[in-house]
């Protein structure tokens, strides 16, 4: 895990918000027709309706948030969801509480 991807991913507030919406995506994110949000996660066009911005910015959001290991993307038919690492999210949170 990189740190510095993921404070960079962390430190706009809209990523920040996405990622934060889907900790519990049952309470922020509308039934899918496909598939289950909390085991495979949440469609790119249910977030990008929560975030109300466009697909390309949405997209763009979530390719950073994967990059740096936030997030774990899953392709269902002509969809992606997406859903927190949280593997990744509590290793961040201990090396963060070893650096600082």
């Known amino acids: 895990m990189n740190i510095l991807e993921a404070m960079k991913a962390l430190s706009n507030q809209t990523?920040?918000?996405i990622l934060q919406n889907l900790r519990e995506p049952e309470k922020h994110?509308?039934?899918q027709d496909e598939g289950d949000v909390t085991?495979?996660?949440?469609?790119?066009?249910?977030i990008q309706e929560g975030?109300?911005?466009?697909?390309?910015?949405?997209?763009?959001?979530?390719?950073?948030?994967?990059?740096?290991?936030?997030v774990t993307s899953?392709?269902?038919g002509g969809w992606t969801y997406y859903k927190r690492?949280?593997?990744n999210i509590q290793k961040l949170i201990e090396l963060l509480s070893k650096e600082l």
């Open 15 to 17: 990523r920040l918000s």
């Open 39 to 46: 085991i495979d996660g949440v469609c790119v066009g249910s």
């Open 74 to 76: 899953k392709r269902m």
């Open 51 to 70: 975030i109300g911005m466009s697909q390309s910015t949405t997209s763009t959001y979530l390719a950073s948030l994967q990059r740096a290991g936030l």
């Open 29 to 31: 994110f509308p039934p």
């Open 85 to 87: 690492n949280e593997a």
